[in-house]
């Protein structure tokens, strides 16, 4: 097989020539930090979770646009999340035990000490219902992660959070164009940090964004203070440091990326919901694939359906014991037939940082199950129904192959 022709990886962005030519623009402004590049694309990012309030909020809430701030990454958005909300040594933060690494390492960054939550082994979100049960004097916050594109049931998170006074910082890497029961992941709630990684449904290369209420102007003077080395400016252009900042400023070059991306999110959203119901269509018919595969939680009707849920990757559990194989030969044998497979995530609380907190093997069932039997195969909007049917073909094969061994 010509694998660099038919190659099938497991994600790839989708770059269209508009885009590639406004960065071209771009490099040949002379500008390239942060400049009218970013200002646009925060705008733009800040009117696209506007666009549904008028369906789902008062008079009133319509007129807020929610303010947005980028950074490098999300994973530094995180960080000056919790820095804002002023946690740091001796406080604690419940947090989902899968998720990427850098939702929890964040805290530890800060001081804090990360409080983990099992899942629930279908949605793969945090186990809401869990909360009260960890909560203690030194509980600040609560750290959500819409796992996938899938959100977690806001209402009950944010309860918890009145209950119990914390602020609550959402994980969102995954949940650009994500909803709760029609209103857009990041159009309200506290604090909300968005992905643009080249793996997230948009991309501006490297990149994050937070999304702020709009009557947090403070907090937002604050966030760019943190990103931009605690840096003042008086109308003399003097300047004053006024905290320890860090430098996590987007630049206009990646900016343009992501403006080109935004327009196209929810075409690319729609395309990535078709290719999912290929995949459970085609999953759940074959008897021999639904007899060894797990499929993530099908969106319910009464939470916003499949149209809230914005997949960024479709990652089943696959029965490795029962097929008498590991998951690395699993991944190995797709390979070698031209297609990519991941694996999102391990569980968080088994790697060595966090077993030096003490944690061990058994504390988080579901995240261990999920852990180690997860894999993330092909999904992104470029894709069509046949690359999805050649992955499931392949899959029927590789099983009926391992099934027929003695």
């Known amino acids: 097989m010509d694998k660099t022709s038919s190659y099938l990886p497991f994600t790839r962005p989708t770059i269209d020539d508009e885009t590639i030519e406004g960065v071209v623009q771009v490099l040949r402004s002379g500008w390239l930090a942060t400049g009218p590049q970013v200002k646009n694309f925060e705008d733009m990012l800040a009117d696209y979770l506007s666009n549904d309030l008028s369906d789902n909020l008062s008079n009133q809430e319509i007129k807020k646009k929610r303010i947005i701030k980028s950074f490098t990454s999300a994973t530094a958005g995180l960080e000056i999340a919790l820095q804002i909300c002023g946690i740091g040594e001796g406080d604690e933060v419940i947090t989902s035990a899968l998720s990427f690494a850098a939702t929890s390492n964040v805290i530890m960054r800060v001081g804090a000490k990360p409080i983990f939550v099992d899942v629930d082994l279908d949605t793969r979100n945090i186990k809401l219902e869990d909360i009260p049960k960890v909560i203690t004097k030194k509980t600040k916050a609560i750290m959500p992660v819409h796992f996938a594109g899938l959100a977690v049931d806001m209402d009950k998170l944010y309860s918890y959070a009145r209950e119990y006074n914390l602020r609550v910082i959402e994980d969102a890497a995954h949940a650009i164009g994500s909803s709760w029961r029609g209103k857009k992941i990041g159009s309200f709630g506290d604090l ?215």
Request: overall charge neutral; charged content about 25%; hydrophobic content about 35%.
């Open 192 to 406: 909300v940090v968005f992905s643009f990684h080249p793996n997230k449904n948009m991309t501006t290369i490297e990149g994050g964004a937070i999304s702020l209420a709009s009557d947090c102007v403070d907090e937002a003077k604050k966030v760019e203070l943190h990103r931009w080395h605690g840096l003042t400016k008086d109308t003399q252009n003097n300047t004053d440091v006024v905290l320890a900042g860090g430098k996590s400023n987007l630049s206009d070059v990646a900016a343009r990326v992501g403006i080109g991306q935004l327009k196209r999110l929810d075409e690319f959203n729609k395309k990535r919901r078709e290719l999912v119901a290929v995949y459970y269509e085609l999953l759940c018919k074959n008897s021999l694939l639904n007899n060894n595969v797990c499929l993530p939680a099908y969106p319910k009707e009464t939470d916003g359906g499949m149209e809230g849920h914005s997949f960024h990757m479709f990652a089943p559990l696959i029965c490795f014991d029962k097929l008498k194989i590991s998951r690395q030969q699993f991944i190995s044998d797709m390979q070698k037939k031209g297609i990519g497979v991941g694996i999102h995530y391990p569980a968080i609380h088994l790697f060595e940082l966090y077993r030096k907190l003490g944690y061990r093997e058994g504390a988080f069932a579901n995240a261990e199950r999920i852990g180690n039997t997860t894999v993330t195969l092909p999904l992104f909007p470029a894709m069509q129904r046949a690359d999805v049917e050649r992955v499931c073909e392949t899959m029927n094969e590789l099983f009926d192959g391992y099934s027929g061994r003695v």
